[in-house]
């Protein structure tokens, strides 16, 4: 493969991984936008409101979101598993909670999708596969124990992200008025109640945690800086081909 080939074939895909971070960042905007626009209104008979505005502005996530994954089926480009089960996961407990007209369901599915693709970045590394090289090795080239590294970082950086979303969501959401059980599984107490000395449920402060999604897409940039001195630490230069005669 010639270089300019190479360069092209870099550059194609650096593209395609810009693309991501805007699947990824413009519909957290539209949801931010639309739900704190629609909290401060009353349209249409209540229709649109403060406590209906969270389910507005999920379907605006949903849509967009949609949006960007159609272009790239549409335009042929690569979907990975990952992306494709995470969409799955967030449009699965997002339409349950507009359909249900649950609150609940919308609250712990950033929990879910988090647990999810810490799952499948860390299960797989117990076998030798790393789902993190498969991602980006076409952007870096790393050995494996950077890889391995990375991969590692990232999957407990999603765990954590997930108890971060559980802690925000049940200190500001309201507390329920029934015990919250899901699958069978008890999720959260009604009203306040204390946990490890923390109490929750006792806030009415939903749009702090609707917020905080963007404040949610800052950590994961500051988290990708953060790492971006040992990638290019082990980043490896491309070997350069014999020249013709």
């Known amino acids: 493969m010639s270089e300019t080939t190479k360069a092209e074939t870099g550059l194609e895909t650096a593209a395609g991984k810009a693309n991501q971070l805007w699947a990824d960042f413009v519909p957290v905007i539209g949801f931010v936008l639309v739900y704190n626009v629609f909290r401060r209104v009353d349209l249409f008979g209540g229709l649109i409101n403060k406590d209906t505005a969270i389910f507005w502005a999920t379907g605006v996530l949903l849509a967009l979101m949609l949006v960007f994954l159609g272009r790239q089926l549409i335009r042929r480009q690569p979907v990975s598993q990952m992306m494709l089960f995470s969409s799955g996961i967030v449009a699965g ?47 870096f080239d790393l050995p494996d124990f950077a890889w391995r590294t990375l991969a590692i970082r990232w999957g407990f950086f999603f765990i954590a992200m997930a108890c ?24 959260a107490p009604a009203g306040a109640y204390q946990f490890l000395g923390l109490t929750f449920g006792a806030k009415d402060a939903e749009d702090v945690w609707a917020n905080w999604k963007l404040g949610n897409m800052l950590i994961v940039f500051v988290f990708g800086a953060l790492n971006t001195p040992y990638t290019l630490k082990h980043l490896r230069e491309p070997e350069t081909e014999p020249a013709e005669v």
């Not at 339409?95 to 693709?117: C, D, H, N, R, S």
């Not at 802690?167 to 008890?186: C, H, K, N, S």
């Open 93 to 139: 407990f997002g339409l349950i909670g507009i359909l249900l007209q649950e609150k609940a369901f919308i609250y712990v599915k950033p929990t879910i999708q988090q647990l999810f693709m810490a799952v499948m970045i860390l299960v797989p590394l117990l076998f030798g596969k790393n789902i993190w090289r498969s991602l980006f090795s076409k952007v």
């Open 164 to 187: 971060w979303n559980e802690y925000l969501w049940r200190t500001y959401a309201p507390g329920f008025e029934t015990p919250l059980v899901m699958a069978g599984i008890p999720v």
